[in-house]
């Protein structure tokens, strides 16, 4: 694991060089993968690395989760909460959208099934949109926390925590994060806590998946033999379908 910090602090080292920046923005949303994220890019910075915690609307306890993470490693930070920013968008963009003509328009209720995730997402771009602010004023870069098994699958939100100038642990699959995790000294409670990604109050990443870190990972790992057939026909779907977030938007060209 010593050399994989190695191998991925040079890199980031070389993205600085290339890009003529002297660090990273990093969103601390007080789970593992931000948390290995921040320390690597302070590892590679020479400490030229900042934290943003943005509530919004969150569970209490991941921004005390966040504030632990930057504590252990000394790192600055940067609290923003989000929540009325996004109340109050969520509410013109409801209000803008039912404006619409009745054939047309999405009726948005509060709560209903198929408004949930534009809801969710709403959340993450507004992270992203307060991460880029932070990194262009101080001449940074923006650190993704996506790793391997979230970005195969599309396990996250386009142009939200999928937007980011690199992504240090992208190559990783869930357990080698945890594993480099270990190697990092990153709190034992951080490394234990259940995977979420903070969407709403009690949402779990297996929850919201429908299946386990273990079993994507034995199919990425071990191919379709390696899961049910059933679970194997899913995550080949999922593939499929979130193949536009993994690729820069078409153009006609592209599709020619």
């Known amino acids: 694991m010593k050399a994989d910090v ?15 920046t002297r ?8 789970g593992l993968d931000s948390a290995v994220v921040l ?16 509530p ?19 790192a600055p930070v940067v609290a923003l909460d989000l929540t009325s920013t996004n109340d109050t968008l969520l509410w ?12 047309s328009a999405v009726r948005l209720k509060e709560g209903g099934e198929s408004t949930r995730v534009p809801y969710a997402n709403l959340r993450p771009r507004l992270r992203m949109t ?27 939100t386009k142009y939200g925590d999928g937007a980011a100038d690199v992504l240090p642990i992208g190559h990783l699959l869930k357990s080698e994060v945890r594993q480099l995790a270990r190697a990092l000294d990153v709190p034992p409670s951080i490394i234990d806590k259940t995977p979420s990604a903070g969407l709403w109050l009690g949402q779990t990443d297996e929850a919201e998946m429908g299946f386990k870190y273990d079993d994507l990972e034995a199919y990425l790992t071990g191919g379709p033999e390696a899961v049910s057939p059933a679970l194997a026909l899913r995550l080949e779907r999922m593939i499929r379908a979130s193949d536009h977030k993994r690729a820069l938007p078409p153009t006609p060209e592209s599709d020619g």
């Open 130 to 156: 307060s991460l880029y602010f932070v990194a262009n004023l101080l001449n940074y870069l923006v650190a993704g926390t996506g790793n391997k098994s979230e970005l195969m699958t599309g396990y996250f």
């Open 23 to 30: 660090g990273f923005a990093v969103g601390l949303s007080g």
């Open 92 to 103: 013109q963009l409801r209000t803008a959208v039912e404006a619409l003509p009745s054939t």
């Open 39 to 54: 320390r690597l890019c302070q590892l590679a910075s020479d400490g030229q690395v900042a934290g943003l915690i943005m």
């Open 6 to 20: 190695t191998r991925i602090t040079d890199w980031l080292r070389q993205r600085m060089t290339a890009s003529a």
């Open 56 to 74: 919004c609307g969150s569970d209490p306890r991941d921004e005390a989760d966040a504030r632990l993470v930057a504590d252990h490693f000394s």
